[in-house]
C-alpha cells in the first residue's frame, strides 16, 4: 500500500544516542527520583519566569529552566525511562512549550520539543504520550511558523511520528496552513527540514481521501526536491519518492505531460547503474523508483504499493 514514514538515519540517529545515554540516565533515574525533582523545578522557575523582576534576575530564572529541561530531554533518550513517562510531565513540557512560544526563548523551545520527539519515538499506541496525541499535536502546529529551522525540524520530528495515527493525520489536513506550509519547506535549503517535510507528507498522503486538500503545486515540489538531491542522500532521495509515489498512485492529485516527462528522465537516471550503484541506494531507492517509473510510462491504473 502507500508508504508510511521510515526513517533509517533517525532510528540509527537515536539508537546512537540512546546507547551514549543509557547508562548515566538510569543511573540518575534510579538515584533520587531525579525526573521528579526535575519536574518540580520546571514548574518553580517557569513560574518564576513569569513573575515580574528584574533583567537579570529574569536572564538567571530562564538559565536555570534551559538546563532543567535539557537535563530532562536527554533523561528521554533512554527507552526504560521515556516509556515511564507521566501525564504530568507532558502537560509540564506543553506549558513550558507555551512560555517559549509567548517569550520567544528558542533555546527553550528546542529542548521541549527535543523532550517530546524522544518520548515519541519510543511510543506505541497504548502509551501516555499516544493518549495525548490529539493535545501534542494542536500544539506542535504552532511552531511551524516560528522563524527558526532548529525549532521547525523538531517539531516536524515529533508530528512525523504521531502521524502514523489517523486522527492526527486528519486534524492536520482540516488545519488551513499545515499542507500550505509543510509543501512550502519542500523549498527550503536545509536537507533535515526538507526531510522532516516529507516524512509527514507521506504519512498524510497514505489516504486518497486526504489527496483533494493537497496543494496544485506538491508534484512539482517534489520533482525539485528529486533534482536538488541527486544522489547525495539516500534517506532525503528515498522519502521523496516515497510521497511522489503516494500522491501520484492513487491518482486524485496528476502530474501534467511536463512533470511526467521530467520524473520519468530522473527515475531513469536515478536507475542508471552508472549514476549511482550503492549498496544502500540499490536497496533504498531502486524499488520505489522502478514501480514508479513503470506506473508512469504505462499511464494506467496501478494499485498503491
Not at 44 to 54: D, N, V
Not at 119 to 139: A, N, Q, V
Not at 184 to 212: F, Q, W
Request: charge should be negative; glycine fraction near 4%.
Amino acid at each position: 500500500g502507500p508508504h508510511d514514514c521510515c526513517s533509517l538515519k533517525q532510528w540509527y540517529q537515536r539508537r546512537v544516542r540512546a546507547a551514549r545515554y543509557s547508562a548515566p540516565a538510569l543511573y540518575l533515574h534510579a538515584n533520587g527520583s531525579i525526573l521528579d525533582s526535575l519536574l518540580s523545578l520546571c514548574k518553580e522557575y517557569k513560574g518564576r519566569l513569569l513573575e515580574k523582576a528584574t533583567k537579570e534576575k529574569q536572564a538567571g530564572f530562564k538559565e536555570v529552566l534551559c538546563k532543567a529541561v535539557r537535563l530532562l530531554t536527554n533523561l528521554l533518550q533512554n527507552e526504560e525511562i521515556a516509556v515511564a513517562v507521566s501525564p504530568q510531565l507532558i502537560k509540564i513540557l506543553i506549558s513550558l512549550g507555551e512560555i517559549s512560544l509567548k517569550s520567544n526563548i528558542h533555546e527553550i523551545s528546542l529542548n521541549v520539543l527535543c523532550g517530546l520527539n524522544n518520548m515519541s519515538y519510543y511510543s506505541d499506541e497504548g502509551s501516555i504520550f499516544h493518549k495525548h496525541r490529539s493535545l501534542l499535536t494542536d500544539f506542535l502546529i504552532r511552531f511551524l511558523s516560528v522563524n527558526h529551522t532548529g525549532v521547525t525540524i523538531e517539531a516536524l520530528g515529533v508530528l512525523g511520528n504521531l502521524s502514523q495515527a489517523e486522527d492526527v493525520v486528519q486534524t492536520l489536513v482540516e488545519n488551513k496552513h499545515f499542507l500550505t506550509l509543510a509543501t512550502t519547506m519542500l523549498d527550503g535549503d536545509n536537507a533535515d527540514l526538507v526531510y522532516k517535510s516529507c516524512g509527514v507528507l507521506v504519512n498524510v498522503t497514505r489516504s486518497v481521501e486526504h489527496h483533494r486538500h493537497l496543494p496544485d503545486q506538491l508534484v512539482g515540489q517534489c520533482i525539485n526536491v528529486l533534482k536538488d538531491v541527486g544522489v547525495s542522500d539516500v534517506d532525503l532521495t528515498t522519502v521523496a519518492l516515497y510521497l511522489t509515489w503516494n500522491i501520484l498512485s492513487l491518482q486524485e492529485l496528476k502530474a501534467n505531460d511536463e512533470e511526467r516527462e521530467a520524473l520519468i528522465h530522473l527515475l531513469s537516471s536515478h536507475l542508471d547503474l552508472e549514476t549511482c550503484a550503492d549498496e544502500r541506494w540499490l536497496e533504498q531507492v531502486h524499488p520505489v523508483a522502478k514501480n514508479l517509473l513503470a506506473f508512469l510510462r504505462a499511464d494506467s491504473a496501478y494499485e498503491p504499493l
